[in-house]
DNA sequence: CGAGCGGATGTTATCGACAACATCCGCGTC
DNA sequence: GACGCGGATGTTGTCGATAACATCCGCTCG
């Protein structure tokens, strides 16, 4: 590596100097402009590799007024489906030249999304990707005045032909049919919040899926994602009604219900079969270990930010969908 | 709220123009300059409510070349302990003002490390807050020509007197007390990554509270965090060393560890007792459920984080200590 | 052989803020 | 009443890039 002055960094004006032309081709260089002679753009690029020379962001966004920041508003940064978006959402900027600047929710109120949005807007990002997926956090966005390209519920905010990725949903059915063709025919479910869509797709892709046979839920408790939430859940759980397979919208919620059947005297999978959302890392190291329909969250966030990256950039989407969700049959769920 | 107009966004030249006044004396106002006639300040302010005025952080940071951006390095997030650190760390980042980019490396190797830190600092980051605690992440941060402030390893890299959070060395303390108090003698522990500090400060207090009973772990067995880690060491695990206690330096470890004893036909906790630390969600409500050594991992976030805005803005770091962890007593031990 | 053309390059203006210097004005002083 | 002083405000320059417009030059073609 070249020594490199520690001093003020360089600008193009002084890459311009080491080059011997004038600033304005080597703007022209940075910019990928290509009716530059070889032999002008060679001495650009020795200039600029021995100068040590970066682009000053803020004077180029200044002047063009186009960014390479992405906004990410999310909650629950510590829960591993919304964690594992993110991570694939930044894979995904990162490889398009992009920085995400993520901005967490401190709470579920307007004001506190509000303020984020205006937060985001004031850092001038070139779109705002959002994994906080509530009715909540859409109206806000939706009435927001928005200049900038927005991705939320499996799809841009402005787009209309926009697929959504059904992922949420065929997990759900995932989930009811592997229990069906287990044998079971009363079942209940633990949802995620009903404001979030995530929770509600699930439910959806579930329900459908019995419907199909003729049959409904016998019950459905409403969760909040947390371990505790499904253990409550699982304490309430009407078994008089010959419930013998529990959908839980997430792992961590099943390993809740788990808990509490356990405590009930009822024994999975011998008695009731457990079906989780996520394959947790630990999901395999549980006892009973866990039956669990796992996501590729990376590839979802890969899938979003692409066609929020093609949204911004203006071209159209040849995004390539995120694989479906299948089963990771484990202990906890077992024929009838 | 004032109707916004959606054009283009107000300069202070607009708003200098709707109060009658000069630029500067709007740029004097943002400032927080007091030499302002308590009149003219008033004309001000009602301009830049009236227009929706917000300053353009690229000119300024042009200009002034004051950045409120922080840069995070971190991998893992979908860890819960180095997730909720950079959540409290964004949030003390936030109340002061600053937006935190967050930079997830992809992987080990010193050329991610280090274009990390290339990204960062183009990306014109104030300073850079170092999850990622790791000898090589470290290593590479110190050689790298670095003319913002760094913290990481629970201190800022250029201090020299700079207090480290010592909350982890506690955290192993805390669980050989546990033990030792419930009657054990014989205890083995599995650890994170050596490479990690935040590992060997966990194995240095559990050591050292053995060591002031004249006692040394019976075992020490490295993991990489992860349940399958933590299963493997339990299988590994010499039992015919009469150990009957076994500190894990995270919670998805010690779960893996139950679940090999458990495969080998040892009981937790009624022929083995087995300590974990983060109290995760889940741990509460796990069979049997986890004892463990709970961190305030967004105390630690907001220490970091506070040490490194004090530093940013050439304060002295008046800084309060994160509180101390704790344990939290449950199913997977018992007295001896 | 000069006009015209178009590709390569140079010159000047501009983005929106902060910084440095200039000016204005009221008031006390001699 | 001219002078000076200092607080309040205005004017001009600057940061480092891009954008718009200008120029230069070699080649083709009428």
Chains 1, 2 share one sequence.
């Not at 390479?68 to 964690?83: F, K, N, Y």
């Not at 205006?118 to 859409?138: C, M, N, S």
């Not at 200049?147 to 905010?157: A, E, G, K, T």
Request: proline share 6%; net charge negative.
């Amino acid at each position: 590596m070249d020594p490199v002055t520690v001093g003020k960094p360089a600008t193009i004006y002084d890459v311009a100097r080491a080059a011997g032309v004038s600033h304005q081709t080597v703007s022209r260089y940075l910019r990928g402009y290509d009716g530059i002679r070889p032999q002008t753009r060679g001495r650009v690029e020795v200039a600029i590799k021995s100068l040590g020379y970066r682009p000053n962001l803020a004077a180029r966004l200044l002047r063009s007024r186009t960014s390479t920041r992405i906004g990410a508003l999310a909650h629950e940064m510590s829960e591993m489906g919304p964690a594992r978006v993110v991570q694939g959402a930044y894979q995904a900027a990162r490889r398009a030249g992009y920085v995400l600047d993520v901005v967490m929710l401190d709470g579920y109120d307007d004001k506190s999304i509000s303020d984020a949005i205006d937060l985001l807007t004031e850092q001038q990002v070139a779109g705002i990707f959002a994994t906080a997926q509530t009715d909540r956090v859409k109206a806000v966005l939706e009435q927001h005045p928005r200049n900038i390209p927005i991705f939320i519920d499996s799809r841009m905010l402005t787009t209309v032909d926009g697929r959504p990725s059904p992922n949420n949903e065929f997990a759900g059915r995932v989930a009811a049919e592997a229990l069906l063709a287990l044998g079971h025919r009363t079942m209940a479910t633990v949802t995620g919040p009903m404001e979030w869509h995530v929770s509600r797709d699930r439910l959806d892709g579930f329900a459908d899926a019995l419907a199909i046979h003729g049959l409904t839920p016998a019950a459905v408790l409403e969760g909040d994602w947390s371990p505790r939430s499904g253990y409550e859940a699982g304490m309430l759980l009407p078994i008089d009604t010959g419930i013998t397979g529990v959908f839980a919208a997430n792992d961590h919620m099943a390993l809740g219900v788990i808990r509490a059947l356990g405590e009930r005297g009822i024994r999975v999978p011998h008695d009731m079969s457990v079906v989780g959302v996520d394959d947790i890392p630990e999901a395999a190291f549980l006892t009973p270990s866990l039956s669990t329909v796992r996501l590729d969250f990376e590839a979802e966030g890969h899938y979003a930010m692409n066609c929020l990256i093609a949204e911004i950039e203006g071209r159209s989407t040849p995004v390539e969908d995120p694989p479906h969700p299948f089963l990771v049959e484990r202990d906890s769920t077992r024929s009838r």
